[in-house]
């Protein structure tokens, strides 16, 4: 049984479409500074899905909730998740709104925006401080979770 999800800005849905609990939406990036720059970056991204999918799918319906989990009929009983995403990251909004789907279902679930970051930052760990933390948010998440189980060797 998976007793915690980590999901390190995550692509929940491979559907691209809109849906009860997200609509993309360019405009739902707070950008302040570099915003041509930064827009070219989410874009790019969001326009590389339509290969992603044909890399990642092979066929598969893109809406089966094994896909695209945003999709799933009930998230009741899906485990306690962290769902940490970047701030001008493409996927950052349908994250966020798988996000709201768990806790309307009650399932515990937390969520850490980076601020600055985009996609991949997790990739510049030693780099960026906010990649270190990033991974130490998902220790200390399984460190809880071993507490409460009562399988902490400490």
């Known amino acids: 049984m998976i ?3 980590a999901l390190v800005y995550p692509t929940v ?3 691209c479409k809109p849906s009860e609990d997200y609509v993309w939406d360019l405009s739902e990036y707070n950008i302040r500074h570099h915003r041509e720059l930064i827009e070219a970056t989410i874009m790019a991204l969001r326009a590389d899905a339509g290969l992603l999918h044909m890399v990642y799918l092979r066929g598969t319906d893109p809406a089966d909730p094994l896909v695209s989990p945003l999709y799933v009929p009930d998230a009741t009983g899906l485990p306690p998740t962290l769902i940490l995403t970047a701030e001008y990251d493409a996927l950052r909004l349908e994250a966020e709104g798988f996000a709201r789907k768990l806790r309307r279902a009650s ?3 937390r969520v850490i925006r980076y601020r600055g970051m985009d996609h991949a930052f997790v990739d510049k760990i030693g780099l960026y401080p906010q990649a270190e933390d990033c991974m130490e948010e998902i220790a200390a998440e399984v460190r809880q979770l071993r507490s409460r189980n009562g399988t902490d060797s400490a």
Request: proline share 0%.
């Open 3 to 5: 007793a915690l999800q």
């Open 13 to 15: 849905d491979l559907v």
């Open 107 to 109: 399932v515990r679930t």
